[in-house]
């Protein structure tokens, strides 16, 4: 059980196309050592639906021959196996771990956390927020966010914008105003409670899915944002799946007059999912989204063709480059959204991937929103 | 099968999926108790196969509807008739509904229909004699209006003498039928192929993988497999594919790695549609 063992729990949220993680010990984590040739992976489970993933680090021996690094990971499913939730004690190095097999791995991705969720989650914490300094670094600006409640008095939350354009955005940031165009990453922030007695913790919230908890502190502060973050991505997958469309095949046999009848029933048709932008699109705008969705993988890493194109709108049909899924895109000049046509291929993880490359690529303010309430 | 463009094939699917969007749920005919529908049903009787483009029932009458992208042709009548005397039995096993009426719609695209006036007055003459089948026409971008015959039920008359508006943005649920020509076939199992490879990293296929990959479309009557090897050995001249071990796996021509590859696979598969040879057009 979560929370329920000493240490500082680190935590990373994946969506899954998995039927059971079974099938990743099954199918996958073979393949996986041969690629990576120094990581060793041994899942065992589940025991109360929860399976344990011991990574081996060939890279790193210890004393005794024949022994090296051992990292584990508890793992948890939710949503009916959609969301994984994998989550350790120790500090195990996640490129040596999670990253190299998500990225391996063409059915996992990383759930994403975005700006408008973190800005919220502080919101319902400290609703008076002040911007009390900020640093500049190499590619990334810190913004630290003070709570002047009465009970909170500490410096509440530090925020990590990354940067693309360093030059550019820091003038934006230090001249125009204090957070320019710049993509809310990583957020740390600290939560109080000053009752009888006073309860802190610290917790980084990544926008690729990771919540971690800092240091040691109080655990049911920790699970409590932790309830806050599966019950928002618990959310999302329900809106996704409502928007999905599904069929089945059905076959009816008429025994008087030697007919079959086959036929495809549309169980769900699909729904719309919205991403609202902060400025209606304008040409150079839909020409930019069109381009990273159909051609510019470097940037996106998704490809596609323009199904259609009018001067007022461009419709995309796009392909996660990383096994994520497809989708349709439909993007109008002067409309202040972008709509999401899912397909029979389409899920969270394409829906999220397509939302981060909108985030990052063409702007830092949309929110994803679904049309099915 | 009259010999027909690309380009009318493509219009004719999408005449088909327009048919079909007046019946999603919150529109006038879902609301009108047309809830149920099903998309390019294949009926097999002992001596006869119907393939009707879409077929949607309420509780009292089922709508047997064909699309044509096409001017009018002789040939329309004769499809319609044969949709009209598809068993009683066949009907009730489909629905469940013990008696029902039925109707079949011929619908055209108004710009076609309208380009023959002779065709369209022999059609509308002909019709007149037919108390089951009614005439729909649709005018691009607008709406869906009944224009000659009658459903036998004052409410349905009235609306679609009105005319039923189209969804400004088409699903496409149905991209295939039986005799569409195999270069429409080759360039929807490759997409699918092609998207199938990024989610397995992996990019051979056998001939169980595409059949798989097109559960749900229906593409063919007869041997599916041999539709479905067409469109394979289609696509190798097309340089989308190469064979692995004859007649068993194949792989796409693009490597999952590189960008540049991936876009030349994209631009040939784009190209399969953009520049059909004659001789392909109509493979059944």
């Known amino acids: 059980m979560l929370g329920s063992e000493v240490g500082v729990i680190k935590e990373v949220f994946v969506w899954s196309d998995f039927d059971s993680p079974t099938e990743l010990m099954d199918k996958w984590l073979l393949a996986f050592e041969s690629a990576t040739k120094t990581i060793r992976v041994n899942m065992t489970g589940p025991i109360n639906n929860e399976w344990t993933l011991k990574f081996t680090d060939l890279e790193k021996p210890l004393g005794t021959e024949g022994n090296f690094e051992q990292y584990y990971y508890r793992l948890q499913t939710h949503c009916e196996g959609r969301l994984w939730e994998l989550y350790t004690y120790g500090s195990p190095p996640l490129h040596r771990t999670i990253s190299p097999l998500v990225k391996f791995v063409p059915k996992l991705g990383y759930a994403i956390f975005p700006p408008n969720f973190i800005k919220d989650l502080l919101q319902s914490y400290g609703p008076n927020q002040e911007l009390t300094a900020f640093k500049a670094g190499r590619d990334y600006f810190f913004i630290e966010v003070g709570n002047p409640s009465e009970h909170i008095r500490e410096n509440f939350a530090n925020m990590t914008y990354r940067s693309s354009n360093v030059q550019e955005d820091f003038v934006t940031l230090v001249e125009e105003k204090p957070v320019g165009p710049l993509l809310l990453t990583s957020t740390d922030f600290k939560i109080a409670y000053h009752s009888s007695k006073v309860r802190t913790c610290r917790i980084r919230i990544e926008i690729n899915g990771k919540l971690d908890q800092l240091g040691r502190g109080d655990t049911d502060i920790f699970r409590e944002v932790r309830d806050r973050v599966l019950k928002f991505l618990e959310n999302q997958i329900e809106k996704t799946m409502l928007s999905t469309p599904t069929s089945r095949i059905e076959v009816k046999k008429d025994a008087k007059s030697q007919t079959e009848i086959v036929s495809r029933e549309i169980t769900q048709l699909p729904q719309p999912i919205v991403i609202k932008l902060s400025k209606p699109i304008d040409p150079s705008m839909q020409k930019r989204i069109v381009g990273l969705f159909t051609q510019d993988v470097r940037n996106s890493n998704f490809f596609g063709t323009v199904e259609w194109k009018s001067e007022a709108e461009g419709v995309v049909r796009t392909t996660d480059a990383q096994g994520g899924g497809d989708a349709i895109l439909s993007i109008q000049i002067g409309k202040d959204f972008l709509m999401i046509s899912p397909l029979l291929t389409t899920t969270a993880r394409t829906i999220d991937r397509i939302y981060h490359v909108i985030l990052e690529k063409a702007d830092v303010d949309s929110i994803l929103t679904h049309t099915v309430e | ?284």
């Open chain 2, 1 to 284: 099968m009259a010999t027909l463009s690309i380009k009318t094939y493509l219009d004719h699917m999408d005449l088909k999926n327009w048919a079909f969007s007046l019946f999603d749920p919150g529109r006038p005919l879902h609301t009108h108790g047309f809830k149920n529908g099903r998309t390019t049903p294949t009926i097999k009787g002992e001596t006869k196969t119907y393939t009707p483009d879409v077929v949607v029932w309420s509780d009292e009458m089922i709508l047997i509807l064909e699309c044509k992208g096409g001017k009018p042709v002789e040939d329309d009548l004769t499809q319609g008739k044969s949709y009209v005397d598809i068993p009683e039995s066949v009907l009730l096993e489909l629905t469940g509904l013990p008696s029902i009426r039925r109707k079949v719609i011929l619908l055209y695209f108004k710009n076609m229909l309208d380009l023959d006036p002779k065709a369209k007055e022999d059609l509308l003459s002909k019709l007149a004699l037919e108390r089951d089948i009614v005439l729909w026409v649709y005018d691009r971008g607008f709406s869906i209006t009944s224009i000659q015959g009658s459903h036998d039920e004052d409410g349905l008359d009235s609306l679609l003498k009105g005319g039923v508006d189209v969804p400004r943005l088409l699903s496409h649920q149905i991209e295939i039928q039986p005799d569409s020509p195999t270069v429409l076939l080759e360039t929807l199992l490759f997409r699918k192929l092609f998207e199938r490879a990024f989610r397995y990293r992996d990019a051979r296929f056998t001939i169980g993988n595409a059949r798989e990959i097109l559960e749900g479309h229906v593409y063919a009557v007869k041997n599916p497999d041999r539709r479905l090897s067409d469109a394979i050995r289609s696509a190798e001249t097309h340089d989308l594919c190469s064979t692995e071990q004859p007649g068993q796996v194949w792989k796409l021509n693009f490597l999952l790695e590189s960008n540049a590859s991936i876009g030349n696979y994209l631009q040939r598969l784009h190209s399969v549609l953009s520049y059909p040879s004659l001789n392909e057009f109509s493979n059944g």
